[in-house]
């Protein structure tokens, strides 16, 4: 039998002999943290447990009182709370450095419920212009009908969030960085320092290894955790973190929206969070391959990776990024038939919507992921018929640069 490693506590600064507390999780690098956090209701599992009951058996009459007043008790109704979803929100929460979490059904689950658990009629939302599709949707098609109106800024002008708000209405300011799918970057710090309205990140594309806005004073963090989180293309799943009064609040109102995580998806989420740190590595090191590759290509017009000195904000992608992320996005010169004739070719890379997978992906976004969108609104955003989006996965970088490469041979 192997004998289990013990730890010795370390008494050297106790006068009293008593012993000092475990390093919080601050003391541990988000690798570790990865591995450790979100394990309180696991009993001894080493692997995430799936909770699957809605409900739970009180002790007595007084105990079923007191899980009915704590929104935040996992064993107690399942729309409330639930001991795996609350593993993945601890987690979440750890990594982003919050207070709190609170998973949703999907990241629209999470964004839907911040703008409408946070304004009411007559309120006033600033958002950037180059914002998830369905979130710019929400905001023009969904929001009005409750009177709740959004102004558009350009997420790449720092002064442009806190121009648009207007004081005593504006009550949410909402970016996303990067953004989807030129992958502009806002500047965090000046975001997170606008006064008044509630500052909001949609840090999907960067997840909580690659950036961390709550240290920037930014209020809440929602991630789709369908994308790199979960990371095996099998959950659909959202999170919002920030701090222990907001969080409550948008768990208030989540209850009675009802877009819950499911169990499943939230193990999924969690045993995610497990490799995320060294998949967003590796995807990194891939994107920056196939960028470098791609802005040598004379087929291709531009190449948009943080991680290239070309990148217009490469200064900010170095002062806020730890890694430049795992996508890639270029403009082909031979315009939209150059596209499709791309994306028809390619063997390796596959034709899928999403991103932060094991597999490589090739997205259209004018035709895809932007589709709702205006001529007028696509060029705002610079989204043209030869704008071609790679997320990168697991795959050697060499197979994936063949195959783009063999592609991209019939356009010179
Ligand atoms: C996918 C995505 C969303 C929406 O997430 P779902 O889980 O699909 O609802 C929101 N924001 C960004 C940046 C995304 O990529």
């Known amino acids: 039998m192997t004998q289990q490693p013990t730890v010795e506590p370390d008494t050297s600064d106790c006068a009293d002999g008593s012993l000092v507390s475990p390093p919080s999780s601050d003391a541990y690098d988000a690798r570790t943290v990865a591995v450790r956090a979100g394990r309180l209701y696991n009993d001894t599992a080493l692997a995430p447990v799936l909770w699957g009951s809605s409900a739970y058996v009180a002790d007595s009459f007084d105990q079923a009182r007191q899980f009915a007043g704590d929104v935040a008790e996992p064993k107690f109704y399942g729309r409330n709370s639930n001991p795996t979803v609350s593993n993945f929100e601890h987690a979440m929460a750890e990594l982003e450095g919050a207070e709190a979490s609170r998973a949703f059904a999907s990241g629209m689950g999470a964004v839907s419920a911040v703008v409408l658990a946070l304004c009411s009629s007559g309120d006033h939302v600033v958002a950037q212009s180059q914002i998830y599709s369905h979130t710019q949707l929400f905001l023009q098609a969904v929001c009005p009908r409750f009177g709740i109106d959004a102004t558009f800024v350009d997420g790449a002008d720092p002064e442009a969030f806190e121009a648009a708000v207007i004081p005593g209405k504006t009550t949410l300011v909402i970016a996303e960085s990067p953004a989807n799918p030129k992958l502009t970057l806002v500047d965090l710090e000046s975001f997170g320092a606008i006064k008044g309205p509630i500052t909001v990140v949609d840090s999907t594309l960067a997840t909580p290894i690659v950036q961390r806005p709550l240290e920037y004073g930014v209020d809440l963090v929602v991630h789709s955790a369908t994308k790199a989180i979960a990371g095996h293309n099998d959950a659909i799943l959202g999170v919002v973190s920030g701090s222990d009064e907001l969080i409550a609040w948008i768990r208030g109102f989540a209850i009675l929206q009802g877009a819950v995580a499911s169990p499943f998806d939230a193990l999924n989420g969690l045993r995610g969070i497990r490799t995320l740190p060294i998949r967003v590595q590796q995807q990194a090191d891939t994107a920056l391959a196939l960028a470098t590759m791609l802005e040598s290509h004379p087929a291709v017009r531009a190449v948009f990776y943080p991680g290239l000195e070309s990148h217009p904000q490469y200064e900010l992608a170095q002062r806020q990024l730890d890694l430049p992320g795992g996508l890639v996005t270029f403009d082909l010169a031979g315009g939209l038939e150059a596209g499709v004739g791309l994306i028809n070719r390619l063997q390796l890379v596959q034709r ?20 709702g969108l205006l001529p007028d609104e696509l060029a705002a955003v610079g989204i043209e018929g030869g704008t071609i989006r790679i997320s990168c ?6 197979d994936l640069i063949a195959d783009l490469t063999r592609a991209l041979a019939p356009l010179v």
């Open 393 to 398: 996965g697991l795959e050697h970088a060499d």
């Open 352 to 371: 899928a919507t999403s991103l932060g997978g094991p597999e490589t992906l090739v997205t259209h976004p004018a035709s895809t992921t932007h589709v």
